[in-house]
């Protein structure tokens, strides 16, 4: 008979994503707030902030985490597709902490000139994205290389975690694969929507609306959430 693995083979590699990738956002979220300390505080909103950021933050681990369910689960039960679902496993994780590290990463440029996250219509509708990205390094040239630096270790770091050399050395248990595919997917799908009724939208941006002051809502929000929302929003109802 076969080895076997169980389904928590995977679900460390979840867990682990899951409080990276909140962690990383609520500290980022923190150092905004210091920024931005006194309207914080006229708005009374300071809680808010981080009750509300959390709820975006796993919105946004949900969203990334979804495929690595799935496809984790249903390609990772035969010895056949192990080999895929663990290309598939470490490409998206990777593919995801890329994207957060990076989003945030852009982000203190739209918030300095702006005062808002960036969503995809503002990222496209740079004309001269090379010119825009050599004033940015003129005009912010120490934070950009202390931020790139700790985007590279960060991934680096994350990468090393992942113990890709042990992942799917055997197939995964079906019961425990199919338990994991049924609470993953469900609990993936009420952080996107925030809440237990799918007629409902998912969490929209405009949801976190705590206060009058423009950057206070914005701090609230993620990068990486509000950047797919802007993708997905033409098509909700």
């Known amino acids: ?104 990463l852009i982000t203190p440029y739209f918030m300095a000139e702006q005062g808002v996250r960036p969503n995809l219509p503002v990222l496209m509708s740079i004309s001269d994205p090379v010119a825009m990205l050599a004033g940015l390094w003129s005009k912010y040239m120490i934070p950009a290389v202390i931020g790139l630096i700790l985007a590279v270790l960060i991934i680096i770091a994350y990468s090393a975690r992942l113990e890709v050399s042990r992942l799917y050395r055997f197939p995964l248990a079906p019961l425990s694969t199919l338990l994991l595919l049924i609470v993953g997917v469900a609990l993936c799908a009420l952080a996107v929507y925030s809440g237990i009724d799918p007629t409902q939208a998912p969490l929209s941006p405009s949801t976190g609306l705590i206060s009058s002051e423009t950057v206070i809502n914005e701090i609230a929000l993620n990068t990486g959430y509000k950047m797919l929302y802007s993708l997905v929003s033409p098509f909700l109802p």
Request: aromatic share 14%; proline share 2%.
């Open 1 to 104: 008979m076969n080895s076997r693995l169980s389904a928590t083979h995977l679900l460390r590699h979840l867990v682990l994503f899951l409080f990276i990738g909140v962690f990383l956002l609520t500290m980022i979220r923190a150092a905004y707030v210091l920024w931005q300390f006194p309207k914080a505080m006229e708005s009374n909103a300071l809680i808010d902030i981080f009750v509300m950021g959390l709820r975006y933050d796993l919105a946004f681990m949900g969203i990334l985490l979804l495929p690595v369910v799935v496809f984790g689960c249903i390609f990772g039960l035969l010895d056949a597709t192990k080999k895929f679902a663990k290309f598939l496993v470490v490409f998206l994780l990777m593919l995801g902490m890329i994207f957060l590290v990076v989003s945030e």
